[in-house]
């Protein structure tokens, strides 16, 4: 037995063990998870390539005649089944196993076994091939036989064959997306290439005589195969989910696989993703999406899903995050489907919600108690009053009638201020503040307003709050008092806002907690004696009072106004007057932050400061 040796001989055997190696890797990764759709199939099309490609560098390292021709018939039993193997996988790939029953792998299975029949009887009919020699072509000493009719119509019905699998192959590269795109694409390749080869062999363009170059193109179809498993994901990315569906639905989704690994995702999805979409797919779950978006992993037997609330620290809104399972018609979980709606403003309403049920709360605690008093005294007086008939009786009856209808009128303004502010409309700061000091009676007070800014506002109530505000500082300070309205400039270097206590570095420290925001603004400042420290987280709630004859409901007023805003209100110290001879300063100031300008910017969430114009 005589052996030769080529270049073509090494690059077919290194070929053939490439696609070997392939189609290997696809058989554990199919008994280590669930089989993928079309697997299998791909092994055995590999498989026959591979023994195409060894019987061929076989035939082409021998000389004689004989061992050519005997190499020649073996390498039939791989090429005979190649153009059906690759419908089927094509079908199986693109989702149509529709199409494949028991009578077309029947009559389609029938081609290649009856050629591969013709190829062992050829001698008897001589059907396949005619009249084989050998000639040197120079390379090597090459086999060349005149191909019968029956060769002729098998290559005709596999170009037919072949072309079904590329239109399929091709629709599918077209309606799909990054890195099952790129699948679909090398999968046309390596499926054009033979059919391509076929027609320059038989049109006569052999660039080498006896060179089959049909049989070197199955070597670029197992390359295209085996680069589409080892560089994008070919049956370790598994299409468990609908691309139609994802693409189509509103909400963010994510889905993975039971590998934790990314197999799609639409375009909601892109700011849940530390990568580009294209880079998420194929890419670990716990790498290719932030960390909050990060659904359990699936559990094997609980087919329930997994729902939590989730915040974007980056943002600050809510999303519901969905984690379902993906199973199979068994039941057996294939991966996860993950949604991620956005519940910002049902959140937002939630907590109003249970705001107001605690401000009811606060109401019955009030009217059983703070209502009780003046009805106590009521009852007690009027019995005094019948009895002796004094007038001091008669007076304390008008001023507990007194205290009464300020207590319901201040109970239904607090009903009224705490409800949230659908509508808002560009006020001035300036024309409000004044409009509210001209209802107050305090003709020796006087106010300062600094500020030309406009804000998004429900005027009435923001002018509300300043009634409040203004009528609490000539309580606790006097008719004589000074304040002042300023404005609360962000500082983008110190990341609060520029005036307030924060930034003059006296803050009592009450929002430490939201010292990652900003706190841009107005405040408004008295020159009276200032609140204690121990009372400043006190001073808003309902009835809280240090004077005999008030309500208590003065500032949870303005903070119900503020917090129906989505503004935000704290107490600190003052500095328009000296209470100390030691120059430590004192007066009352109201800090509101987070307001809205009338140019739309959040001031409370933005590095942009108020427009002063």
């Known amino acids: 037995m005589t052996w030769q040796y080529t270049p073509f001989l090494t690059l077919t055997l290194i070929a053939a063990v490439v696609v070997g190696v392939a189609a290997l890797y696809v058989v554990r990764q199919q008994r280590a998870y669930e089989p993928v759709p079309g697997g299998y199939t791909a092994v055995i099309l590999s498989v026959a390539i591979c023994w195409v490609l060894v019987t061929y560098a076989l035939q082409i390292g021998s000389v004689e005649l004989p061992q050519k021709l005997f190499w020649y018939r073996l390498g039939y039993i791989g090429f005979m089944p190649v153009p059906v193997l690759l419908l089927f996988f094509t079908l199986q790939y693109t989702g149509r196993d529709e199409w494949i029953t028991w009578w077309s792998i029947g009559l389609l299975l029938l081609i290649p076994l009856a050629m591969i029949g013709l190829v062992f009887t050829n001698e008897t009919h001589q059907l396949v091939w005619t009249d084989p020699m050998t000639i040197d072509n120079e390379a090597f000493v090459a086999l060349r036989p005149e191909y019968g009719r029956a060769i002729v119509a098998y290559v005709a019905i596999s170009v037919l064959l072949g072309g079904v699998s590329i239109a399929l192959l091709s629709l599918r590269a077209y309606t799909s997306a990054g890195i099952y795109r790129r699948q679909a694409v090398l999968l046309v390749t390596g499926t054009v290439v033979p059919v391509v080869a076929a027609g320059v062999y038989f049109s006569g363009g052999n660039p080498l005589p006896g060179l089959e170059v049909m049989t070197i193109a199955l070597a670029v179809t197992g390359g295209s195969f085996c680069w589409a498993v080892a560089r994008h994901g070919l049956f370790t990315l598994i299409p468990i989910a609908s691309q139609a569906a994802v693409e189509q639905m509103d909400d963010a989704v994510v889905v993975i696989d039971i590998r934790g690994l990314v197999v799609n995702v639409n375009e909601q999805a892109e700011p849940f993703l530390t990568?580009?979409?294209?880079?998420?797919?194929?890419?670990?779950?716990?790498?290719?999406?932030?960390?909050?978006?990060?659904?359990?992993?699936?559990?094997?037997?609980?087919?329930?899903?997994?729902?939590?609330?989730?915040?974007?620290?980056?943002?600050?809104?809510?999303?519901?995050?969905?984690?379902?399972?993906?199973?199979?018609?068994?039941?057996?979980?294939?991966?996860?489907?993950?949604?991620?709606?956005?519940?910002?403003?049902?959140?937002?309403?939630?907590?109003?919600?249970?705001?107001?049920?605690?401000?009811?709360?606060?109401?019955?605690?009030?009217?059983?108690?703070?209502?009780?008093?003046?009805?106590?005294?009521?009852?007690?007086?009027?019995?005094?009053?019948?009895?002796?008939?004094?007038?001091?009786?008669?007076?304390?009856?008008?001023?507990?009638?007194?205290?009464?209808?300020?207590?319901?009128?201040?109970?239904?303004?607090?009903?009224?201020?705490?409800?949230?502010?659908?509508?808002?409309?560009?006020?001035?700061?300036?024309?409000?503040?004044?409009?509210?000091?001209?209802?107050?009676?305090?003709?020796?007070?006087?106010?300062?307003?600094?500020?030309?800014?406009?804000?998004?506002?429900?005027?009435?109530?923001?002018?509300?709050?300043?009634?409040?505000?203004?009528?609490?500082?000539?309580?606790?300070?006097?008719?004589?008092?000074?304040?002042?309205?300023?404005?609360?400039?962000?500082?983008?270097?110190?990341?609060?806002?520029?005036?307030?206590?924060?930034?003059?570095?006296?803050?009592?420290?009450?929002?430490?907690?939201?010292?990652?925001?900003?706190?841009?603004?107005?405040?408004?400042?008295?020159?009276?004696?200032?609140?204690?420290?121990?009372?400043?987280?006190?001073?808003?709630?309902?009835?809280?009072?240090?004077?005999?004859?008030?309500?208590?409901?003065?500032?949870?007023?303005?903070?119900?106004?503020?917090?129906?805003?989505?503004?935000?209100?704290?107490?600190?110290?003052?500095?328009?007057?000296?209470?100390?001879?030691?120059?430590?300063?004192?007066?009352?100031?109201?800090?509101?932050?987070?307001?809205?300008?009338?140019?739309?910017?959040?001031?409370?969430?933005?590095?942009?400061?108020?427009?002063?114009?």
């Open 275 to 613: 990568v580009d979409s294209d880079e998420a797919i194929g890419g670990s779950v716990g790498e290719t999406l932030r960390p909050f978006a990060v659904p359990p992993a699936p559990r094997s037997g609980d087919p329930g899903s997994d729902r939590e609330v989730v915040t974007n620290p980056e943002s600050g809104r809510s999303y519901q995050r969905t984690g379902t399972p993906l199973t199979d018609s068994d039941g057996v979980v294939m991966g996860q489907l993950v949604v991620l709606q956005d519940i910002t403003e049902r959140v937002r309403r939630e907590r109003r919600l249970r705001q107001q049920n605690e401000q009811l709360e606060e109401f019955a605690s009030v009217v059983s108690h703070d209502l009780r008093n003046p009805l106590n005294v009521i009852s007690a007086r009027s019995q005094l009053a019948r009895e002796t008939g004094e007038v001091e009786h008669f007076d304390a009856l008008d001023r507990a009638a007194d205290r009464m209808d300020r207590l319901i009128d201040d109970l239904l303004q607090l009903a009224r201020q705490g409800q949230t502010v659908d509508e808002t409309e560009r006020v001035s700061l300036r024309q409000v503040a004044d409009d509210a000091w001209s209802l107050v009676n305090a003709p020796e007070a006087d106010l300062q307003v600094e500020s030309d800014m406009y804000v998004e506002a429900d005027r009435d109530r923001l002018q509300q709050a300043f009634e409040n505000l203004f009528r609490n500082a000539v309580d606790h300070v006097g008719d004589d008092v000074s304040l002042i309205v300023e404005p609360l400039e962000y500082d983008a270097e110190l990341g609060v806002a520029s005036g307030s206590a924060d930034a003059n570095g006296d803050g009592d420290g009450s929002g430490d907690e939201d010292s990652d925001r900003t706190r841009a603004g107005f405040a408004v400042e008295d020159d009276g004696p200032g609140i204690p420290a121990e009372e400043r987280d006190n001073v808003f709630d309902y009835g809280h009072t240090t004077e005999e004859d008030g309500t208590g409901f003065g500032l949870a007023i303005v903070k119900e106004i503020v917090e129906a805003h989505g503004w935000e209100i704290r107490s600190v110290d003052g500095e328009l007057a000296s209470t100390h001879e030691e120059g430590e300063y004192g007066g009352a100031r109201f800090e509101i932050t987070g307001v809205t300008t009338a140019q739309g910017l959040a001031l409370g969430e933005t590095d942009v400061g108020f427009d002063f114009s």
